[in-house]
């Protein structure tokens, strides 16, 4: 094929009207693109600057961390037997029993309940009755022996009732609660 002859001014026209159209393509498709993954990576450092500082921080605060970590297991371990993982009753039962032996105190009436678990918490209430006849005095002390329990041990609704004639002696009806950390923490 054989172009026409043009004129000048139309080979120039022709010309600048290429030379547009080339920097059209080279705009749209090249330069742009570009730019735009140029953003997109600048923002990216940008972001992982962000995150160097910040790791930079924490290890510049590392042993702290770890002595703060440390101190934490060290309670989280302790509070494990304040706060056992399961309910433990017999266990439970041999320290009460052992207690109460040690007041004279004997048992009429021992009967845990359900777990009680409050919605976010970390540790569920196991509510436990207890019935017994004790002298007055031994059974002071045994709420005492009781506030200092390995276990913790809430003493909430006490009832002291004397029993016949000897105003010494009390039966006793109390709820008492020990706690149990909740599975999954």
């Known amino acids: ?7 000048k001014r139309a080979k120039i026209v022709l010309s600048f009207i290429l030379f547009v159209v080339f920097l059209y393509f080279i705009y749209f498709f090249i330069y742009v693109p570009r730019n735009t993954k140029i953003e997109e990576l600048d923002n990216k450092i940008s972001s992982l600057r ?5 790791g930079r921080r924490i290890a510049a605060r590392l042993d702290v961390l770890r002595k703060e970590y440390q101190e934490l297991t060290e309670k989280m371990e302790f509070m494990e037997v304040l706060l056992p993982k399961e309910k433990d009753i017999p266990e439970f039962l041999v320290m009460l029993q052992e ?26 209430q196991l ?39 000897n105003l010494e002696n009390v039966n006793v009806d109390m709820s008492m609660f020990t706690y149990v950390l909740v599975k999954g923490n």
Request: hydrophobic residues 40%.
């Open 127 to 165: 509510p436990i009755r207890l019935t017994f006849t004790a002298d007055y005095f031994e059974t002071i002390r045994f709420l005492d022996r009781l506030e200092n329990f390995p276990r913790i041990v809430d003493v909430r609704d006490l009832k002291l009732n004397p029993v016949g004639e």
């Open 99 to 124: 207690t109460m032996d040690e007041f004279n105190i004997d048992f009429t009436n021992f009967s845990p309940q359900n777990l009680l678990v409050d919605r976010d918490s970390i540790y569920a």
């Open 1 to 7: 094929m054989k172009l026409p002859k043009l004129s």
């Open 50 to 54: 962000s995150k160097i500082d910040d």
